[in-house]
């Protein structure tokens, strides 16, 4: 999952583009709200942080800009602007969820973790496909009855791939979701992280559960 997180305080930002990244999001950061807007505008983010009071346009115009736009990413605003009146301008702004600063951390991760659940049709933490069960609370991940030890960015890689089974993914799609602005396009990682989950998912006798699409990408076969 793929995070921007707008706000003018850099070593907020960075504090939290750390603590996302421990938590196996790509995180990228903008500085002001002209710049978010502008990044919201070209990438597919699954989730936008969103400051109110910064420089160039504040948070509640871009988040107007964005839904105008006709941009539905889910969008959190945290801000240090606890009014009453200023939750309510917030969210009808368009803004799914509002936290004032400030905050705990474990707080920022379970409502970024409550807005993601919203995209889908289950509310339920854990996502299954066939025997394949990931907890997106625990981060843990089994097939049938074994656990699967997964590193931080193949949690991520095989989470997209069960929010969207028998869907054609890109390598494109993987990048921009799995990794931040500054990933190197034209690297072999997502066929490394494939072949590594492979191992881990598969059964040596039977085909493999993430198939290669000649020409387009992957897909995860779900019965």
């Not at 993601?116 to 625990?138: A, K, M």
Request: net charge negative.
């Amino acid at each position: 999952m793929r995070i921007l997180v707008v706000d003018d305080d850099r070593r907020l930002c960075n504090i939290v583009k750390r603590g996302l990244q421990e938590d196996g999001y790509a995180v990228d950061l903008a500085y002001d709200g002209q710049e978010g807007e502008d990044l919201a505008g070209i990438n597919p983010y699954d989730l936008i942080i969103l400051d109110v009071m910064m420089p160039k346009k504040d948070g509640v115009a871009v988040c107007q800009s964005l839904r105008d736009d006709k941009i539905n990413t889910p969008i959190l605003i945290l801000t240090a602007k606890d009014a009453v009146e200023d939750r309510v301008k917030g969210l009808d702004a368009g803004a799914d969820d509002y936290l004032v600063k400030p905050f705990a951390f474990s707080e920022l991760l379970a409502r970024i973790r409550a807005l993601l659940r919203r995209g889908g049709t289950s509310r339920s933490p854990e996502i299954q496909v066939g025997n394949l069960v990931l907890n997106t609370l625990s981060r843990e991940a089994r097939i049938g009855p074994k656990a699967i030890e997964l590193t931080s960015k193949e949690y991520v890689i095989l989470e997209y791939f069960m929010r969207h089974p028998n869907m054609v993914i890109t390598r494109t799609m993987i990048e921009e979701h799995a990794w931040d602005y500054d990933f190197d396009s034209i690297s072999n990682l997502v066929d490394v992280y494939i072949r590594r989950l492979r191992r881990k998912i598969d059964d040596e006798n039977e085909e493999s559960l993430i198939q290669t699409m000649r020409g387009a990408g992957y897909r995860l076969k779900a019965p």
